[in-house]
């Protein structure tokens, strides 16, 4: 079936630098893509979606950029700081209300 | 209101035992959801309940039994698991299909 995936596994960053977690997606009749936070024993958290309408989103210091062209997905957090470690799952909203998720990206951010 | 929540927390269960995993919401949402996620792996959808019918079973086996006794609550009944069954069970809720899913904090089940 088709899927969403991840390039990187872990993500090491200093605090105050800008990260960049990157996804692939394989279903190019998708139309809804989002972004999640899982920190460590905790549920996973929304932090930005983007329609397929658009290129790009903005929201609180993270942008997400989507190029449909090559079914690529990237989240982009500005200033990181240690509080924005965790595991970062890209997912996209498919037919039906399914939700599929990427294999996620573990995000280190070094005081 | 944007919070999702699940009880029991942490739950162990012996493999002939018969329990209930517990999901509300009162966002008045009315697609619900429940996940299953295992250790360092995205959550996998089991079920998806629309105005309160269940509508998507991911091919999940029969010793789990959803049940949405209302739009608020939906309900995991779980028997005769098996402890590759084992992993944190999620629960979540949206105003439909392309809005954001709110999610819960998960149950953490084990099976011995």
């Known amino acids: 079936g088709e899927s969403v995936g991840l390039h990187l596994p872990t993500l090491s960053v200093q605090e105050g630098d800008n990260s960049i977690i990157n996804c692939a997606y394989s279903n190019s009749a998708s139309d809804y893509f989002i972004w999640y936070k899982q920190e460590s024993g905790k549920g996973p958290q929304f932090i930005i979606d983007?329609?397929?309408?658009?290129d790009k989103r903005q929201g609180q210091r993270v942008t997400v950029l989507l190029n449909k062209t090559v079914k690529h997905l990237s989240l982009q957090i500005a200033a990181t700081q240690p509080g924005d470690s965790a595991v970062y799952f890209c997912?996209?909203?498919?037919?039906?209300?399914?939700?599929?998720f990427g294999g996620g990206t573990r995000l280190m951010v070094k005081p | 209101d944007t919070e999702v929540t699940q009880t029991p927390k942490h739950l162990v269960m012996g493999m002939t035992n018969k329990k209930s995993l517990k999901c509300e919401q009162h966002m008045g949402h009315r697609a619900m959801y429940w996940y299953k996620q295992k250790a360092k792996k995205p959550p996998e959808l089991m079920f998806v309940y629309s105005y309160e019918k269940l509508s998507i079973n991911e091919s999940v086996p029969s010793r789990f039994s959803p049940e949405c006794p209302n739009s608020s609550l939906l309900n995991l009944h779980l028997h005769a698991l098996q402890p590759e069954d084992s992993a944190l069970y999620l629960c979540?809720?949206?105003?439909?299909?392309?809005?954001?899913?709110?999610f819960g904090p998960g149950t953490r089940l084990t099976v011995t």
């Open positions: 997912a996209e909203n498919n037919a039906g209300n399914m939700l599929t």
């Open positions: 983007i329609r397929s309408n658009m």
């Open positions: 979540a809720s949206s105003q439909g299909r392309d809005y954001e899913q709110y």
